[in-house]
């Protein structure tokens, strides 16, 4: 068996049989599921009811707002203005609206003003804008003579349409859908990145602290414990994820099987509710299902596989490089913002331009830059990519990450036993000329 394979054998072991790993691998699926309930169960917990106050002097507003299980407004309008501000001082009130009355229309328009501690939410101060505005237009269509029914009958409310070329319907959202597809791998993909890349490093570190790494280099080249480690560690994180992917199927199917048929449902009449209920939206559904089966599955799964693999490698090498020229994480900090930069670059390239041109410029040259590919592609694919711009971006992927283990090997070479000495962005320069 070759030093390399051996290498390797001993990284799997090492990250498999630890511990963390696999403590992590079966209860990070249970603390994201967790997590989702609890946001969930945040997410339908009312909000504490707000008090508010509306000093009303023109006497003809307050009936146009409308309380619910949010805000409650209470009508001070016949309460000194003064005293209601020293209430609001006191937190007596959440806010306080003053309308005022006046017969000059700038003026009115401009005497709206709202009094609190604490500045309102842009949703709130929208909502109470809007039933202003709505008061007041009303009125003013009332004192310029217009028939305000004939105004709401006349106005249109028009729904487009959307088809493809091909005469077939198109559905509003797939774009959506398929960005959060596409931004969900990609996501996926730089987390693995980061948490294997520092695994690798800390391995690195670890075994240089504890002059291991003087015996170990003494039987094998520098490049090879390196591309071992680099290609053991990736193997522990495929095993991860494909352990993972197998508890979420088993849960698919737990669940389907479970609360695939309908509970509690007994008499005729329930039954045949429930199936209009089902009719009415099947149409939608099955055509939103498939739509998502039309989309390229198998490019997603194996463009994930590919990318995770080549982008893991590639990152993993500017990791072993930095863990062998340090000595402790603290020192590595520096070097780390200019390998993570790349990461965040490409999930806002894919959110803010794959989701509205995914063929466009921008989106095409990022996808095939290598630092930023394996995101960035992932967006796209689901959006429909030629197969020769995937195998071309993999490809460069691929031959930049020879490229980098190449120049990493020589900084891991002269690094790897240097000790003592905190090292610069000049000093590594320096080492990948030896």
């Keep these: 068996m070759s030093k390399l394979s051996l290498i390797i054998k001993r990284e799997f072991i090492a ?30 917990m009312k909000a504490d009811l707000k008090t508010i106050a509306i000093h009303d ?12 299980e949010e805000y409650k407004y209470v009508d001070f309008s016949k309460v000194n203005l003064q005293v209601l501000k020293d209430s609001i001082v006191a937190e007596a009130y959440e806010g306080l609206l003053v309308i005022p009355k006046t017969d000059d229309a700038v003026a009115f328009q401009e005497g709206f003003q709202y009094i609190s501690n604490d ?51 198109a559905l509003k959202g797939l774009n959506e859908i ?26 690195v570190i670890e075994e240089k602290v504890s002059r291991i790494i003087e015996v170990i280099i003494s039987s094998v ?22 352990i993972w992917a197998l508890l979420g199927l088993v849960a698919l199917l737990v669940f389907s099987t479970v609360f695939g048929i309908p509970m509690g449902v007994s008499s005729g009449a329930e039954v045949e509710a429930l199936q209009a209920a089902q009719s009415e939206m099947g149409g939608t559904v099955q055509l939103y299902a498939a739509e998502l089966w039309n989309l390229p599955v198998a490019t997603i799964l194996l463009s994930f596989v590919f990318y995770f693999i080549g982008g893991y490698f590639l990152y993993s090498s500017f990791y072993a490089s930095i863990g062998a020229a340090v000595d402790n994480e603290t020192d590595s900090q520096q070097f780390l913002l200019p390998i993570i930069m790349p990461l965040v670059l490409g999930v806002y390239i894919g959110f803010f331009t794959v989701m509205n041109d995914p063929h466009g410029t921008v989106a ?34 691929f031959a930049t990450f ?24 000049k000093e590594l320069y320096k080492w990948s000329k030896y």
């Excluded at 490229?403 to 036993?417: C, E, N, Q, S």
């Design 178 to 203: 398929k960005i959060a597809i596409g931004g969900a791998f990609g996501y996926l993909i730089m987390m693995f990145i980061i948490i294997y890349g520092n695994m690798v490093m800390r391995s």
């Design 15 to 44: 990250k498999v049989r630890n511990k963390s790993f696999i403590v992590m691998t079966f209860l990070s699926p249970l603390l994201f599921v967790a997590i989702a309930a609890f946001v969930g169960y945040l997410s339908t």
């Design 402 to 425: 020879f490229l980098v283990v190449w120049f990493a090997a020589k900084i891991y070479r002269v690094g790897i036993l240097m000790y003592g000495k905190k090292p610069t962005w």
């Design 221 to 242: 080249k520098p490049f090879q414990l390196m591309l071992g480690k680099i290609i053991g560690t990736s193997l522990a994180g495929i095993l991860q994820f494909l």
């Design 119 to 169: 500045s309102p939410s842009v949703l709130f101060t929208s909502e109470i804008e809007e039933v202003i505005n709505k008061k007041l237009t009303l009125e003013n269509y009332q004192k310029a003579g217009l028939d305000t029914l004939a105004i709401k009958k006349a106005k249109s409310d028009i729904a487009i349409k959307l088809s493809k070329a091909s005469g077939e319907m």
């Design 57 to 68: 002097q023109s006497g003809k507003f307050f009936n146009e707002f409308k309380s619910d």
């Design 364 to 397: 095409t040259v990022f996808s095939m830059i290598p630092l930023t590919s394996p995101i960035v592609m992932m967006m796209r694919i689901p959006f429909g990519v030629p197969l020769w711009q995937i195998l071309v971006s993999l490809g460069l992927l």
